[in-house]
């Protein structure tokens, strides 16, 4: 099935959902990734961390002559790091097989050889960093392609099923080309299952989350929420703030959601508030509403963004990744596909 999802050219969008589908479910009972994953040969320090992330600590290495980002899982007991990676084999194994221009590309991963060995994941390195940063540093940057790339991400991940889960500026990066890079969605479950009582999520999750997410019983991460979250981007990139800063503690946020007052506060006007921030916090208020069931498309949303009056690239680079190779022509796909169905066990979580 990984081999399958390689030939974009011979599967429709419907049968990449269902593999897709297959692929993570099958990675997720075995506990196991395809060997096409790991890589070998990466030239990285590992003892020179540059920050830390939610999932662990970020570095700067080199593989086959290209800059790399290397994320590698925080030090637990032997065998942990192992353990918890396998048990979201999923995620990765369709982060690896998500290839579009506005998604950053997955390299690969690999076992790092210390005492105690961890593993680490390896992605292209963004010498621009994470959006709020570009953001900062270039203030006069033109912020609506920016949006439209985001929002052009996230409608690939939605059409193939896919939820995001952690959208927000510190997790988008910009591209040497100045293109808006969405990046985490994968590892964002993994950070989650892999904290513990001594180590605190990151910092202001709570202020991209839907409200249902605290509300709702039993509630979980769906492409309503992605709209939310990118609601809530919009507004960072709008106002250079963190949405509902006016709550300095998340529970008094969640207890703004459960009274129904939580409100994103629109900045002051400045000389630096222009007609594009002003259509992205539009945006944002379209997109952070509490009913779920009225927040817009994905669809909705680039469609309004495309009428706005900006300037955008003619050509967008294409984020391939380094491993893929091109593959003989040769297979029976329908026939492969059917095999697929038969083996579809029905969920039975739950069941007795």
């Known amino acids: 099935m990984s081999k399958l999802l390689d030939e974009r050219d011979h599967v429709s969008l419907r049968e990449r959902r269902h593999i897709f589908h297959l692929l993570s479910k099958l990675a997720k009972s075995a506990q196991v990734f395809p060997r096409s994953l790991e890589i070998t040969g990466v030239q990285c320090d590992l003892t020179a961390p540059l920050t830390e992330g939610g999932f662990g600590y970020i570095y700067k290495g080199e593989y086959k002559g290209e800059a790399i980002c290397v994320k590698a899982a925080r030090l637990y007991e032997r065998g942990v790091n192992t353990q918890t990676l396998k048990a979201h084999a999923g995620e990765l194994i369709i982060w690896a097989h998500v290839s579009h221009p506005n998604i950053l590309s997955f390299r690969g991963i690999f076992l790092s050889d210390e005492k105690i060995p961890r593993i680490c994941i390896v992605s292209p390195w963004m010498e621009n960093g994470d959006l709020v940063h570009y953001l900062k540093k270039y203030p006069e940057s033109n912020r609506l392609p920016l949006v439209y790339d985001i929002a052009s991400g996230l409608q690939y991940l939605h059409e193939h099923g896919i939820v995001h889960a952690d959208l927000k500026a510190k997790n988008v990066l910009v591209s040497g080309t100045k293109r808006a890079m969405l990046a ?68 008094q946020l969640i207890n703004a959601f459960m009274k129904g007052v939580a409100t994103l506060l629109k900045p002051e006007p400045s000389n630096e508030w222009d007609g594009s921030k002003e259509q992205i916090w539009l945006l944002a208020q379209k997109c952070c509403v509490a009913a779920p069931d009225i927040r817009p498309k994905v669809e909705t949303i680039l469609a309004s963004i495309t009428s706005w009056d900006m300037p955008r690239e003619d050509s967008i680079p294409t984020n391939t990744p380094i491993n893929a190779k091109k593959r003989h022509t040769g297979p029976d796909y329908d026939h492969v596909l059917a095999i697929l169905k038969r083996i579809q066990q029905p969920d039975t979580e739950g069941e007795t």
């Open 184 to 251: 985490d969605f994968g590892v964002s479950l993994i950070s989650m299952t892999m904290a513990t009582t001594t180590i605190n999520p990151s910092v202001g999750t709570a202020n991209w989350m839907a409200p249902e997410l605290f509300i709702v019983d039993n509630s979980f991460a769906n492409q309503e929420s992605d709209i939310w979250a990118f609601g809530c981007t919009c507004y960072e990139i709008s106002s250079g703030m963190m949405p509902f800063h006016q709550y300095k503690k998340a529970p």
